[in-house]
């Protein structure tokens, strides 16, 4: 056994112990909200059933219905949900520097897009894990000389993590298996004696490997060598003959790991899942009380007088039982009525399913309010839902989009996937700007805001238009595009704005001009026609015409 297999195998084993106190409350979560995400406590038999003890689907389903939302709000497949952008309005209006953030925006969309929308098939099991387990392991790897990434959804169950000193995730290692034919084929001549041999006697035996992501300085004999000159240190570890059979590095750290929300000095997350646990127990339980109550109306217990022999009882319909009455006709035999009211143990599992569902923010996702409610009831609902998800919106974007997002872009950038950027736009630093449907939403509250203070300057302008001179019109429209989540790509750049104003301004000095022509040449013509008609008033009163106008001049 290797010193630095030794070393990762006691540091899995330290973390490993860590978390032994999430793994009991992660597998009642998993049997009563997840059963595919079992595996922390008991791992289940392939094929094996699972949710064989459930009685009501409620928590599970509220769990897939709050990932679904976050899936289409966040990072859905239909539409743009980010953009790159830098922080200096007028250079990001310079055409240039925009059509480039387009074109690489455009490129790096395309790239989540590929392999048949291989990242949005695995995102939606993060978004589920997330819901119920409070953490979730993402897994970015670049393939060398394809220039592409491939993503997956690690299991939980699998991985341990730990923090560097500002409270990010440095280090995931994960234990997983393989069949000694995948192992040789993988690691080739590198892996044990042992998984060679059985590669070639029972190629189908699995055998256990870690992967230990981590700062290549954390290694000890690895260092910059060790890990290919890179800052994130990448180690396969067989953990039958105990040696590291691959040893290399990443650029960026690879695994993204969000956390719904953390308590003080804890490293995992909580989640709406551990909210609603309680109740999700509470209602299987009435669940199955209540299927047992109704079995009993409908097909009740029988009493019976225990004088006597009496044949087997027929209970199938249109059934005869001989014997089940006396001489006079008395049943010797009638079922067991408790009085049980069914009823009342439904509006209590409803009460339930209510809170449950609550706990997951079922309501919050329901953007749609009632036919009878004002556009500005929808957005004031809109307001609250979106100040109560927010905070962990927040920390879904910091811990998961922004380095994945990240990473994508220097994977491409290195395979040189995207064109070289403007010079403009050298030693600038280009931020992430999301244009989700829930980004767009949270950002509409801006907009609001706008049109409110516009609207309660219109009774103000009645008196005295000056007022609306306090507004720059032109800052004005551009906020609340951006706040109404439009493309920047729709707006003019403040130069071409201005060139349409100078020529909109010289043709209307133009027209103005024409019009004061046209004027003085009908001034002039109508001068003219006075005159004449003045010459020939007077030809007519000086030959004593009569009736003339100039006679008694």
Same mark, same amino acid.
């Given at each position: 056994m290797s010193d630095l297999a030794a070393d990762l195998i006691r540091r899995y084993d330290q973390l490993k112990g860590t978390r032994s106190v999430w793994e009991s409350h992660w597998q009642e979560l998993g049997q009563f909200i997840r059963p595919l995400r079992i595996g922390f406590t008991r791992h289940p038999v392939p094929g094996e059933s699972l949710g064989r003890d459930l009685f009501d689907g409620t928590a599970g389903q509220a769990a897939e219905a709050l990932a679904a939302g976050l899936w289409g709000m966040i990072t859905n497949a239909a539409n743009a949900w980010f953009a790159l952008d830098i922080a200096d309005g007028d250079l990001k209006r310079y055409p240039p520097v925009r059509a480039w953030l387009d074109d690489v925006t455009h490129r790096m969309h395309a790239q989540f897009a590929a392999g048949g929308g291989q990242f949005y098939a695995r995102v939606f099991e993060l978004y589920a894990d997330l819901a119920v387990f409070g953490t979730a392991v993402f897994y970015s790897e670049d393939v060398v000389g394809e220039g592409m990434l491939h993503f997956s959804t690690r299991p939980l169950s699998e991985c341990v993590i730990a923090e560097d000193r500002f409270g990010r995730v440095d280090t995931v290692i994960r234990r997983f298996e393989m069949t000694a034919r995948q192992a040789v084929q993988r690691f080739g001549e590198r892996v044990g004696a042992t998984v060679r041999r059985a590669a070639a006697e029972t190629p189908d035996r699995r055998f256990g490997f870690l992967h230990a992501v981590l700062p290549a300085e954390d290694v000890d004999g690895a260092g910059p060598a060790g890990s290919a000159g890179r800052a994130v240190a990448s180690l396969y570890v067989d953990l039958q003959d105990k040696q590291v059979v691959r040893q290399g590095g990443f650029e960026e750290f690879p695994f993204q790991v969000p956390r719904w929300s953390t308590a003080a000095g804890e490293i995992y997350g909580r989640s709406p899942a551990m909210m609603a646990l309680a109740d999700t127990k509470m209602l299987n339980q009435m669940a199955r009380a209540s299927l047992e109550q109704a079995q009993k109306a409908v097909n009740p217990p029988l009493i019976a007088f225990d004088d006597g022999v009496y044949r087997p009882m027929r209970l199938y319909p249109g059934s005869v039982n001989y014997g089940a009455v006396n001489q006079d006709g008395q049943a010797l035999v009638r079922p067991l009525l408790t009085g049980g009211r069914v009823e009342l143990g439904l509006e209590m599992e409803e009460q339930r399913r209510r809170a449950i569902r609550e706990a997951f923010y079922f309501s919050l996702l329901q953007l749609v309010g009632s036919p009878a409610m004002t556009a500005t009831e929808v957005m004031a609902r809109q307001e609250e839902k979106l100040r109560l998800l927010g905070p962990h919106l927040g920390r879904v974007q910091a811990e998961f989009l922004d380095p994945l997002i990240g990473r994508v872009f220097a994977v491409m950038r290195r395979? !040189?996937?995207? %064109? &070289? &950027?403007? %010079?403009? *736009? =050298?030693? !600038? /630093?280009?931020?992430? !700007?999301?244009?989700? &449907?829930? /980004? +767009? =939403?949270?950002? /509409?509250?801006? #907009? +609001? =805001?706008?049109?409110? /203070?516009?609207?309660? *300057?219109? &009774? *103000?302008?009645?008196?005295? %238009? #000056?007022? *609306?001179?306090?507004?720059?019109?032109? =800052?004005?429209?551009r906020r609340l595009i951006e706040a109404w989540g439009a493309p920047q790509a729709i707006l003019r750049d403040p130069a071409a704005v201005a060139a349409i104003r100078l020529e909109r301004e010289r043709a209307e000095a133009a027209d103005q001009a024409l019009d004061a022509a046209a004027r003085t040449a009908r001034a002039g013509r109508d001068g003219a026609a006075a005159l004449e008609s003045l010459a020939e008033a007077w030809t007519i009163g000086r030959d004593g015409a009569p009736g003339a106008a100039g006679t008694t001049a």
């Open positions: 395979a !040189r996937l995207l %064109p &070289p &950027p403007p %010079p403009d *736009l =050298a030693e !600038r /630093a280009l931020e992430v !700007r999301y244009v989700s &449907p829930l /980004a +767009q =939403a949270q950002r /509409a509250a801006e #907009g +609001q =805001a706008i049109l409110r /203070a516009v609207e309660s *300057l219109v &009774p *103000l302008a009645r008196l005295d %238009p #000056g007022v *609306l001179e306090n507004l720059d019109t032109d =800052a004005l429209a």
